[in-house]
């Protein structure tokens, strides 16, 4: 059981803390960049980089506030992660609006939808005929 | 009860090395322009993470400047290119007030 000298005082447990927020922050990182390759469309994939700026990078930075030696790092950490959690819903924002303005449609793809479309218009024939008989 | 030998700060660096590498990958593959933009943003915040992990790694946490300072830029860069993109100029709106800002 080692207590580590941080900047506010003897802390218990600090580097087990920092593990867990590193590791954790990683196994985030990773799947919200796996995220970003496998799923399917833009505003999809805005998910994952969310998952990425938030869980991922702020549960890092946290961890790594625990290993300071001195204040101003820890204020250096802080607003760092201040800044990130500020930027990153702008930009997600700014990013859809332009998708959106780009002509990016949200959901399916056009065909998949158009086989939907068809489909449906078979089901409800066979309804129309099933039902004259 | 001992800690393990790697120390934490090579796990963090290399977590985020197999994202950047990934979020670089749909940089490259992504069909809309929107794709690269997203992941080269992604790429950007992960080396604001990295950079100040290897001022951890190396003892000199004076690398923390360096990261906010990429934080900005990313971020001023990325809402740049979006700007570009949708409107095809910096300056000004093309479609009236109500689209000036992004």
New interface residues.
């Given amino acids: 059981m080692d207590f580590l000298q941080t900047v506010i005082g003897p802390l218990p447990l600090a580097d087990w803390l920092s593990w867990f927020c590193l590791v954790t922050g990683s196994f985030f990182a990773i799947v919200g960049a796996l995220g970003i390759v496998r799923l399917p469309d833009i505003f999809s994939r805005m998910h994952g980089a969310g998952m990425v700026d938030t869980l991922g990078i702020m549960l890092m930075l946290v961890g790594l506030m625990f290993q300071a030696e001195d204040w101003i790092v820890v204020v250096k950490l802080g607003l760092i992660l201040l800044f990130i959690f500020f930027t990153s819903p702008t930009t997600t924002f700014a990013l859809a609006r332009a998708a959106i303005y780009g002509g990016v449609i949200p959901g399916p793809k056009e065909a998949e939808r158009l086989e939907e479309i068809k489909a449906e218009q078979e089901q409800a024939k066979k309804e129309a005929t099933s039902s004259n008989t | 009860?001992t800690?393990p030998d790697i120390s934490?700060?090579d796990?963090?660096a290399?977590?985020?090395l197999?994202?950047?590498a990934?979020?670089m990958?749909?940089a490259f593959i992504g069909p809309?322009?929107?794709?690269r933009?997203?992941?080269v943003?992604?790429t950007g915040?992960?080396t604001?993470?990295l950079i100040?992990?290897y001022g951890?790694l190396d003892g000199r946490?004076e690398f923390?400047?360096i990261?906010?300072l990429y934080?900005?830029i990313n971020?001023i860069g990325?809402?740049a290119v979006?700007?570009y993109?949708?409107f095809q100029d910096l300056g000004h709106p093309m479609d009236g007030p109500d689209?000036g800002d992004?």
């Fill in positions: 009860m800690l934490m700060f796990v963090a290399i977590a985020v197999v994202s950047m990934l979020s990958m749909r809309t322009v929107f794709d933009i997203l992941a943003n992604v915040t992960l604001v993470l100040s992990v951890f946490p923390l400047d990261g906010l934080a900005l971020f990325t809402i979006t700007k993109v949708k689209e992004v």
